[in-house]
Structures are given as structure tokens and as C-alpha cells.
């Protein structure tokens, strides 16, 4: 970047906050250039300016709200689609884990811009992460996001459902590792491990539509079930399908 660009889009880049967010922080004048305020929407900055946040919007960020949800199969993780709920809707007292031990407890506020950092099908379960900090989504799925998801999967191959290991071809477990291509593109290098007979367990960098289920198919197997378990440095451990948590103060992902 060499060219002065909106003031916003660098704090993004930046990792500082999201757009929306470094908007509301400029109007508020809880951002600095160079040691000075800037409070004027659309301020444009060099690739080489120092910005930096005002202890009220730091204190505005760390109440924003991180959830992690087990998601059961019959939701999505967006807006409502074909009659079914989408996951949001069990953001609830009732379903927050008692095993929570992050010391907040739920409020209305939490919900307002809470919005799904990834997706899970509507027929896969476990860890599904919905957050107010654009930093976090940003993240997860920036374009240039490194994070690492991991999956178990249930397979079948043809009419064998037991034993699928020792039937399915070494051959093909090399081409779901690196090899395989979807919509035209190739995909990143993935981990695929046998973790059981009958189970693998993807460890993917990348999150196309569907992607286990059609890699799977790529290679004559069929998904009969499938858990995300790890964002990141983030497990699903615990909890129980159904219920949330929020993230702890000591957990990155």
C-alpha cells in the first residue's frame, strides 16, 4: 500500500477493529493519527501512519460479546432459510452451559449484531462461533485467514459401512490431503487422518460451501456425520449439543 486510503479500511487491515466499528470510534473521536484526533468520517491516512485507540473504545471492545454454540443438525448458521431456525435463535438463558465459567451471563444487548464467523451445515454439527468483535471475524474469515478448523467425519464407502478404513484405497486418503479441486480451484493442502475405522478427522485452512461432504464425494465416499471440533486454538470440548458458552478472556484462536 503506498497510496492514502480511507482511514476505516487501514484500522481493518490493521486488525484493530471492523469498518463498522472504526466508524462509530472516528464519530466518537476515540481515534488518533500521528498523536492527533481524527473525527471526521472518510479521513484518509498514509501506509505508514501511526493510529491508534482511544482506552474508550478498548473498553468498548472487550464488552462486545464472543459466543460459542454446539449446533445441532436442523439449523442454519445465517438467516432463516426454508423454514428452518437459524442457530441465533438458541442464544437464550436457558441454553447457555452451566459449565460456563466466563463469569457473564446472557443479555439481550449480546444479540445486537451477533452474527455467525463461519458457517456449518444445516446436517453437521458442533463448534459454531457468532461474535460482535469484527477483529475475531476478521480472523476466522478474513480472506487472508490462516486458522485452522478441524473436523471428525463419519464415512461410508459404496454399500461398506463398517471397516471403511481397510477398504478405502491409500490412493485416494492422498488425494482429500492435496490434490482435489472445487469450482474450478484448486484446494489447500488439508490433514485427513483415519481416527477410527469408520471416522476421519479433516483439518482444513479454507471453508467452501459444503466442502468435506464434496470432497468426500470426489473420492467415492459419502459423509454420514460431521463435527466441527477446533477453531483454531478454540475446542468444542464439552459442551453439550445445544448450548452456548462465551469465549474466555484467556482463549485465542
Known sequence: MTEPVRLSKRMAELGLCSRREADEFIARGWVKVNGVVVNVLGSKVGPDAEITLDRQAQASQQKLATILL????????????????????????????????SGRRFSPAMLRGLAPAGRLDIDSTGLLVLTQDG?????????????????????????????????????????????????????????????????????????????????????????TALKRVRMGGVRLGDLPVGKWRFLGENERF
Open 70 to 101: 454446539n449446533k445441532p443438525i436442523g439449523y442454519v448458521s445465517g438467516q432463516a432459510e426454508d423454514g428452518y431456525q437459524p442457530a441465533i435463535t438458541l442464544m437464550q438463558a436457558a441454553s447457555q452451559w452451566i459449565g460456563d465459567a
Open 135 to 223: 477483529r475475531i471475524a476478521r480472523q476466522l474469515i478474513g480472506e487472508d485467514s490462516d486458522i485452522e478448523k478441524e473436523y471428525l467425519v463419519r464415512v461410508s464407502y459404496g454399500k461398506i459401512t463398517a471397516n471403511v478404513r481397510d477398504a478405502f484405497p491409500a490412493a485416494q486418503l492422498a488425494r482429500l490431503r492435496h490434490g482435489l479441486s472445487l469450482d474450478g480451484k484448486p484446494l489447500k493442502p488439508a490433514g485427513v487422518d483415519w481416527q477410527n475405522p469408520e471416522q476421519l478427522r479433516f483439518v482444513l485452512k479454507e471453508g467452501k460451501k459444503r466442502q468435506i461432504r464434496r470432497m468426500c464425494e470426489l473420492v467415492g465416499l459419502k459423509v
